[in-house]
């Protein structure tokens, strides 16, 4: 089966860092995704590693380990927008030549003035 | 950027009736969409994978006689809720994969539905 493991809630300061975790268990690993959700609206695309190492994009970076089932998404000079749900997601390929995305519970990241 | 669709955004129905929700993909094709419910403060939970031209793929615990879907060309799928009940209230989601983009995939602005 599959199964993915983040915190539930996190909170932080405005201009500071954090980081997120996730870890997974899956076969047919085919990448992992972050994404951001607000209350009440759709998830929208945050990163995308499928290899080993850190990918950077503006303040957001994330990193996988394959190896160790692992990753986690970086949040640097945190603004009070960033008050959302992260998702954790694991892209997995099935027999039948198909790929699915399934989701973690979430984590709900508050930030503080 | 790409760009997917869902209508209605939000819905009321009473219970016993059936509600039809509509997923497209503006700009790009997609032979593969992905229905997603969400209750409130859970993460998304895949229902059903849909197929243009064929059968839909459903998940476990997914009752495909009382969600159905239709995928009838490359940018539409959708998705009817049958009977629904109170229970049945929830966030449905959609995303498409962009068949040029080789696995990109793109979620909808979700649909809200609640049965009275």
């Known amino acids: 089966g599959q199964n993915i493991d983040q915190p539930t809630e996190m909170t932080a300061t405005e201009g500071a860092i954090v980081q997120i975790n996730c870890t997974y268990q899956?076969?047919?690993?085919?990448?992992l995704f972050w994404y951001q959700q607000h209350a009440g609206e759709a998830p929208t695309f945050l990163s995308y590693n499928v290899l080993d190492g850190l990918e950077e994009k503006g303040r957001f970076s994330s990193f996988l380990s394959r190896s160790k089932g692992y990753s986690y998404l970086l949040l640097k000079e945190l603004q009070m927008k960033d008050s959302a749900s992260y998702l954790c997601?694991?892209?997995?390929?099935?027999?039948?030549?198909?790929?699915?995305?399934?989701f973690g519970a979430g984590t709900r990241l508050a930030v503080h003035p | 950027g790409a760009v997917v669709s869902q209508h209605p955004s939000r819905v009321i129905c009473k219970s016993g009736t059936s509600v039809k929700i509509e997923c497209r993909s503006l700009d790009f094709q997609a032979t593969t969409m992905f229905w997603y419910r969400q209750f409130p403060k859970q993460s998304l939970m895949l229902m059903a994978t849909s197929n243009e031209g064929s059968k839909a793929t459903y998940e476990q615990g997914v009752e495909k006689d009382k969600f159905l879907i239709n995928h009838a060309s490359l940018t539409l799928s959708t998705l009817t809720v049958t009977s629904a009940h109170p229970e049945d209230s929830s966030f449905y989601i959609c995303?498409?994969?962009?068949?040029?983009?080789?696995?990109?995939?793109?979620f909808g602005p979700g649909t809200r539905l609640t049965v009275l």
């Open positions: 997601a694991v892209r997995s390929y099935f027999s039948g030549g198909y790929n699915k995305l399934i």
């Open positions: 995303s498409a994969r962009d068949d040029g983009l080789a696995l990109e995939q793109f």
């Open positions: 899956t076969s047919g690993f085919n990448g």
